[in-house]
């Protein structure tokens, strides 16, 4: 399994992304380290990454009330890290549509 799962495309990540043109989010293999997802971005998106910042959520239970009854669940743990690229740089996550 790679490092860098997918990217984050939310309301909340494209504001952070417009108040700050040069940063992006990614979710991320919870093993992974800070070093490892900076050369994983860059490889992959070929720019300059100058800073990873990481961050643990944790599983929540979740429950649903359905017809049969309560349907009882637990969200997934993942890692999330905030990429800053160098000055100038920009990722396009849409280009090959």
Do not use: C, H, W
Not at 3 to 17: L, R, S
Not at 69 to 81: E, F, I, N, P
Request: aromatic content about 10%.
């Amino acid at each position: 399994m790679g490092i860098i799962i997918k990217p984050i495309v939310t309301e909340k990540m494209t504001a952070v992304t417009e108040k700050f043109p040069n940063r992006y989010g990614f979710r991320v293999s919870p093993d992974a380290n800070k070093i490892e997802i900076k050369e994983a971005i860059e490889q992959m998106y070929q720019v300059v990454v100058e800073d990873v910042n990481t961050m643990k959520f944790a599983g929540k239970k979740k429950s649903r009330y359905t017809k049969s009854g309560v349907v009882s669940g637990r969200q997934d743990a993942y890692k999330k890290a905030i990429v800053t690229l160098k000055k100038g740089e920009t990722i396009d996550f849409f280009s090959n549509i």
